[in-house]
């Protein structure tokens, strides 16, 4: 889970975060490719693609937007490299956009399965470092 607070009206924030093609990698350091591959013009059913670099490892994700209530709130379910699910949710609070984001996932990768018991903490430390990467560079972006 992760809450991200942006300096910005939260319709300015939803569509940066949903424009197509998506703007991710572009403020987003630890997003080495993003590729569109489906465009829908309901939101729901664009596809895309990621790659993750969160410290001395790769994660590929393929995303498939499943629900979205402009600018409420947007849902992915998540294959590759992680499967399973990740919610947004938008909230204006005074100046400020407030993303609560919740990814239910499970790993795929054998090794990462194999040690999760060892390297759970360290998993949560990269996962908590890139979404703090995520936000600052969101932030930054937006005011530019």
């Known amino acids: 889970m ?5 300096p910005a009206p939260k319709e300015k924030v ?7 093609p998506f703007s ?4 987003w350091p630890e997003l080495t490719k993003l590729q569109t591959l ?12 990621c790659v993750w670099v969160a410290s001395s490892y790769r994660l590929f994700c393929d995303f498939t937007v ?11 379910a998540a ?6 699910l990740a919610n947004w949710q938008f909230a ?6 407030e993303i609560h984001i919740v990814w239910d996932v499970v790993t795929t990768k054998w090794w990462m399965n194999l040690f999760a018991p060892v390297l759970k903490p360290i998993f949560d430390r990269n996962h908590h470092r890139l979404m703090a990467s ?5 932030v930054s972006f937006i005011q530019t």
């Open 134 to 138: 995520g936000q600052r560079g969101l």
């Open 66 to 76: 499943t629900a979205a209530t402009a600018p409420n709130q947007i849902s992915f």
């Open 2 to 6: 992760s809450d991200w607070i942006i």
């Open 79 to 84: 294959t590759g490299d992680l499967a399973g």
């Open 14 to 20: 939803w569509q940066v975060l949903t424009a197509t």
């Open 38 to 49: 489906h465009v829908s013009d309901t939101t729901v059913g664009t596809r895309f693609t």
């Open 24 to 27: 991710w990698a572009a403020w």
């Open 92 to 97: 204006q609070v005074g100046d400020n956009t």
